[in-house]
Nanobody, 114 residues
Framework: QVQLVESGGGLVRPGGSLRLSCAAS????????MKWYRQAPGKERELVAA???????NYAESVKGRFTISRDNAKNTVYLQMNSLKPEDTAVYYC????????WGQGTKVTVSS
């Protein structure tokens, strides 16, 4: 059974950092493209970052140079390191994998505020 569990969200001041984790079970993350999405209040869910099975990465323009996606295959966990956070990064962040169908975690809330 596929399961994705996010953690690491919280309240941080502008300019601060957070590292989100997505612990996966039921499949090997090394074989799939793993993605982070976010959804801000009143907005549509948007793709933030992706990491392919070969290790290639892609980022939304709004987070390039500030966010880094990575994975630890031994721990079957995907990470999103977020630096230089801005108030507009405030959102619920979701881990995603497409494996026959879309799977989502429950999300972890990130609030960037002074």
């Amino acid at each position: 059974q596929v399961q994705l569990v996010e953690s690491g969200g919280g309240l941080v001041r502008p300019g601060g950092s957070l590292r989100l984790s997505c612990a996966a079970s039921g499949f090997p993350i090394s074989s799939y493209t793993m993605k982070w999405y976010r959804q801000a209040p009143g907005k549509e869910r948007e793709l933030v970052a992706a990491i392919g099975s070969g290790g290639s990465t892609n980022y939304a323009e709004s987070v390039k140079g500030r966010f880094t996606i990575s994975r630890d295959n031994a721990k079957n966990t995907v990470y999103l390191q977020m630096n230089s956070l801005k108030p507009e990064d405030t959102a619920v962040y979701y881990c995603n994998v497409h494996r026959s169908r879309e799977y989502w975690g429950q999300g972890t809330k990130v609030t960037v505020s002074s």
